[in-house]
């Protein structure tokens, strides 16, 4: 199963983030397990801007600003 990681300390724009991944997964019908990653020790072996989207451990998308719906269904349909 596909594995999504949203990278950041819980800011409104990795909240965002995490609700615009969950929507677009909606709206392509695939399932993926969606993990928060908020320690920044964890989240600094990624990227060192948030927020950040890794699917299947590469890093798609890091910082502002945030990625529209379309571009983030188009990562998970590359990850497929």
């Given at each position: ?29 695939v399932q993926a397990n969606i993990s928060k990653?908020?320690d920044l020790a964890e989240i600094s072996k ?35």
């Amino acid at each position: 199963m596909m594995e999504i990681k949203v990278l950041g300390p819980g800011c409104p724009n990795c909240q965002e983030m995490e609700r615009r991944v969950k929507q677009a997964l909606s709206e392509i019908k695939v399932q993926a397990n969606i993990s928060k990653v908020s320690d920044l020790a964890e989240i600094s072996k990624y990227i060192m801007m948030t927020p950040g989207l890794v699917i299947n451990e590469k890093v798609k998308h890091s910082g502002k600003p945030l990625p529209r719906n379309e571009q983030i269904k188009k990562w998970i349909q590359e990850e497929k």
